[in-house]
């Protein structure tokens, strides 16, 4: 037994990491409890709300630490890579590892999923909350959907990080023609709009073809997470000699995003080009092409698994949506009654669907 605050101590180094992280995590629990069952009481635990506020404490200098920390390394580099997502950041590391000054050459991913949610004035907390909690309660289910872990703060560092890159720090921002890198590159320049430093663009989708494709093999990519960090390296040394943006050409691209930004749908796809916000349901008959056509395969009724059917319209929809979207929508349609349902909708590979009343 413990009897005073030096046998605590002793007892802290003999501890292991494990557990020292389930002690703090029974005392935070026991906390928000005591601090929860305040409305039904009415009585104040100051004991607990003190404890709450040590965990809050520690958690906002770890924030303010880790934008500290971000803003230096921007700040010494000169050169920068941007890319939207883990994945095409990670290749286009790898592909720049050989080019000469590697260590003055930093990278940087604006990790959201720009093509789906609420948009407005993301520079705001609440804004940024409201897209949050949007896109929270629709994919904390899914298999992929990162929400339910990535916090408020992450996703203001993007804002952080990238307004205190200095000015003569040159800026490449990698990105392909869809709803989802389009819109990351339109809110990066609406970032970017007092930064004078040089801005140049890497367009992955439509340089693909003119460097890879052959009369023998004709492939399209709809994103720059599909591309192979060697096929980047060579659209790097095609685009090396290019000239930044323009005045106009940024301006023009702030413009554009100001006007996505407060457009209300909450899906965002290309159309002749041009990015358009439509409403979330904009690609529901589309799935159910898709699911008439494998069930005509299939006997007469019978269950299909949604995630073969989120794989068929994945691999058909020439749209950057995702499949945690797509397996989103097939819930929806559920829910509305145009799908029956068998299994648990814990995630895409443990329920099958099919046409209601079929």
């Known amino acids: 037994m413990i009897e005073n605050v030096f046998e605590f101590d002793q007892e802290l180094h003999r501890m292991n990491e494990d557990e020292l992280r389930m002690l703090l995590r029974e005392l935070y629990l026991r906390a928000d409890m005591a601090v929860s069952q305040e409305v039904d009481t009415g009585r104040t635990d100051a004991f607990a709300v003190k404890v709450q506020s040590l965990f809050n404490r520690l958690s906002d200098q770890r924030s303010q630490d880790q934008a500290e920390k971000q803003a230096v390394e921007a700040q ?3 050169e920068i890579h941007i890319a939207f997502g883990d994945s095409p950041l990670g290749s286009i590391k790898v592909a720049m590892g050989n080019v000469p000054e590697r260590s003055s050459r930093r990278f ?6 720009y093509a789906i949610g609420p948009l407005g004035d993301l520079t705001n907390k609440v804004n940024v909350q409201r897209r949050h909690l949007w896109l929270l309660e629709r994919f904390h289910m899914s298999e992929h959907g990162r929400y339910a872990v990535q916090g408020i703060d992450q996703l203001l560092h993007i804002n952080q990080t990238i307004s205190s890159i200095e000015e003569e720090t040159r800026i490449t921002i990698w990105y392909a023609n869809n709803g989802h890198e389009r819109t990351g590159l339109l809110y990066a320049m609406h970032l970017l709009r007092d930064r004078k430093s040089a ?17 023998e093999i004709q492939y399209e990519v709809r994103g ?6 060697e096929k980047l390296l060579k659209m790097w040394h095609h685009c090396e000699h290019d000239e930044p943006l323009t005045s106009e050409e940024r301006r023009q691209m702030e413009q554009e995003w100001l006007h996505l930004s407060a457009q209300p749908g909450h899906l965002r796809l290309m159309q002749d080009g041009i990015i358009q916000s439509v409403s979330e349901d904009a690609i529901d ?3 159910l092409q898709k699911f008439t056509e494998v069930a005509s395969t299939r006997q007469p009724g019978e269950f299909i698994k949604s995630s073969r059917i989120v794989g068929e319209v994945l691999g058909h929809l020439e749209q950057a949506v995702g499949d945690t979207f797509i397996e989103y929508r097939i819930r929806q349609l559920i829910l509305q009654g145009r799908f029956d349902m068998e299994g648990m909708p814990h995630a895409m590979r443990f329920y099958s669907i099919r046409l209601a009343n079929s």
């Not at 940087?108 to 999923?113: H, Q, V």
């Not at 989708?205 to 009369?215: E, V």
């Open 108 to 113: 940087f991913t604006m990790n959201d999923y």
């Open 76 to 78: 010494k580099t000169h």
């Open 224 to 229: 720059t997470g599909e591309i192979n960090s």
């Open 199 to 215: 801005i140049y663009l890497i367009e992955t989708r439509d340089l693909y073809p003119k460097l890879f494709n052959t009369p």
């Open 285 to 287: 008959e589309f799935i």
